[in-house]
C-alpha cells in the first residue's frame, strides 16, 4: 500500500525557518518523483516543489523561488522540504504526493503532469 506520512509542520514566527519530512511506504522514492502542495484557506490547492526519481532534476514555484529547498534521502525513503524567510503567506496545509513526470524520448525528465498518491498533510502557520 502506497503511503505518505508529513510530519514537521507547526507555528514559526515571519521570518523563521522550518523543514518539513515526507516518510514514504509501499514504494521507493529511487523508482518515482515527489513533491510538495500546499492549501492555504480558501485558496486552490497549489505545487510548492518536486524532485525526480534519478537525474536530479527539481521544480519550484515562483513565490517560494530562492527560500524553499526539496531534498530526499533514498537511504530512509524520506522527501524534506526546507523553507526558509517564511512569510504569512505561507501559511498552508502542506502536502506529500507521489509526481507523474513527463520524459523525453531519451528518458530525461522534461516535466510532471499530475500525482497518484497523497499524504494527509501537516499544517505550517506563520505568525507575524
Known amino acids: 500500500q502506497v503511503q505518505f506520512v508529513e510530519s514537521g509542520g507547526g507555528l514559526v514566527q515571519a521570518g523563521g525557518t522550518l523543514q518539513l519530512s515526507c516518510a514514504a511506504s509501499?514504494?521507493?522514492?529511487?523508482?518515482?518523483?515527489v513533491g510538495w502542495f500546499r492549501q492555504a484557506a480558501g485558496k486552490e490547492r497549489e505545487g510548492v516543489a518536486w524532485i525526480s526519481s534519478h537525474d536530479g532534476t527539481t521544480f519550484y514555484e515562483d513565490a517560494v523561488k530562492g527560500r524553499f529547498t526539496i531534498s530526499k534521502d533514498n537511504a530512509k525513503n524520506t522527501a524534506y522540504l526546507r523553507m526558509t524567510q517564511l512569510r504569512p503567506a505561507d501559511t498552508a496545509v502542506y502536502y506529500c504526493?507521489?509526481?507523474?513526470?513527463?520524459?523525453?524520448?531519451?528518458?530525461?525528465?522534461?516535466?510532471?503532469?499530475?500525482?497518484?498518491?497523497w499524504g494527509t498533510g501537516t499544517l505550517v502557520t506563520l505568525s507575524a
Open positions: 504526493a507521489r509526481v507523474i513526470v513527463t520524459r523525453s524520448d531519451y528518458g530525461h525528465v522534461v516535466g510532471s503532469r499530475g500525482t497518484d498518491y
Open positions: 509501499g514504494f521507493t522514492l529511487e523508482n518515482y518523483a
